[in-house]
Structures are given as structure tokens and as C-alpha cells.
């Protein structure tokens, strides 16, 4: 079988896709633009919970998405939104009580 060829365009937008579509949990929107990582990590643990098509537990499903988003979709953050984002993960271990 032959590999499609994906466009520039295309592999630029896959990450966006895969954040904006999860299958796996409902975010809200813009939550990986806000500046509290507080409320990022309530909101992100929030949908974990209430998500019935994730795989793995809340805590990992929340943490892989947030990982995932400053990793791929977000190497174009500032520095400052990166900082609220990494922040936002020492708040999501604290909210889950793995801190």
C-alpha cells in the first residue's frame, strides 16, 4: 500500500487537529491561552474526569493532552505562555494528589 503524501500545510495542522478534535476528552475552548495555570489544571482535570471515551486514567489522559499541546501544537508559544503551561502542570499533580 502506498504512504500518502501529506502537503506542508497538512503536517503543520495534524497537531492542531488531534488538540482541537480529541476524541478523548471535551476541552474547553482557548484553554491552553488562558493565563492561570491554576484554572488551566482544573479545567483539564475536569474534563478528564467527566470523559467517558479516554482510555487511561484522568490524571494521564489530562497530563498526555497538556504534555502534548506544549510539545507539538504549542513550539510556537512565547516564552511566557510555555511557563503558564508548565506551571499548569505542577498544578494538575497537585490536583490530583501527585505532588
Known amino acids: 500500500m502506498a504512504e500518502k503524501k501529506r ?10 487537529d488531534v488538540t482541537e478534535g480529541s476524541d ?24 478528564a474526569e467527566s470523559s467517558d471515551r479516554r482510555k487511561s486514567s484522568p ?7 497538556l504534555t502534548f ?6 513550539k510556537e508559544l512565547g516564552a511566557d505562555q510555555r511557563e503558564v503551561l508548565e506551571r ?3 498544578e494538575l499533580r497537585k490536583a490530583f494528589g501527585r505532588a
Open 7 to 16: 502537503s506542508g500545510k497538512d503536517r503543520e495542522r495534524w497537531s492542531q
Open 24 to 47: 478523548a476528552l471535551d476541552l474547553e475552548e482557548g484553554v491552553f491561552t488562558w493565563q492561570d495555570p491554576a484554572r488551566i489544571a482544573r479545567s483539564l482535570k475536569r474534563s
Open 88 to 90: 499548569a502542570k505542577d
Open 59 to 65: 490524571y494521564r489522559s489530562a497530563m498526555s493532552m
Open 69 to 74: 499541546y506544549v510539545n507539538r501544537a504549542g
